[in-house]
């Protein structure tokens, strides 16, 4: 039964199991599927309830896996910070370790540019010691006032 889903099939055999078993009486040929139907629920049932153990297990695993993990990236992130201190931020041995460590800075002659030769000015720029009026509350205009 294509797309239908377990809980669905079973609970489908569950049903027919159960109305099949009063028809017995008229229809006793099918005494031996019936019991093979009731075995085979009794087995499925089991095996579901073996199935939601396992996923509550893999949970659990799941779990104390990612809790070592978050330890093993503290625990690694403490000893690199001491392996650091003692060798040297930027010590070559640390690579031993699976720690990369800090380049290290050349210094280089700095090329000297010329400063940018600022555009030609068009018009008169605004005076910069200016500063903007404002308005107090009783209409007069104050200058601006910047500690």
């Known amino acids: 039964m294509p797309g239908i889903s377990f809980r669905k099939i079973v ?4 049903l027919l199991s ?3 078993k009063p028809q017995l009486k008229d229809m006793p040929h099918l005494q031996d599927e019936s019991t093979q ?3 085979l629920i009794g087995r499925v049932k089991s095996l579901d309830n073996e199935q939601q153990v396992l996923v509550g297990r893999l949970r659990e695993i799941t779990r104390l896996r990612r809790e ?6 503290d ?12 060798l040297g931020f930027k010590n070559e041995v640390l690579l031993g370790f699976g ?5 290290r800075v050349r210094k280089t002659k700095a090329k000297q540019t010329p400063e ?3 555009p030609p000015a068009t018009g008169t720029p605004p ?7 404002v308005a107090s509350t009783d209409g007069a205009t104050q200058p601006e006032f910047k500690p």
């Open 11 to 14: 609970s489908f055999c569950e």
């Open 18 to 20: 159960a109305n099949l």
């Open 37 to 39: 139907l009731d075995v």
């Open 68 to 73: 070592s993990e978050l330890e093993g990236q």
């Open 75 to 86: 625990l690694r992130s403490r000893v690199a910070a001491q392996l650091r201190g003692k």
């Open 99 to 103: 720690i990369t460590p800090r380049k």
């Open 116 to 118: 940018p030769t600022p």
């Open 127 to 133: 005076p910069t010691s200016h500063k903007p009026a």
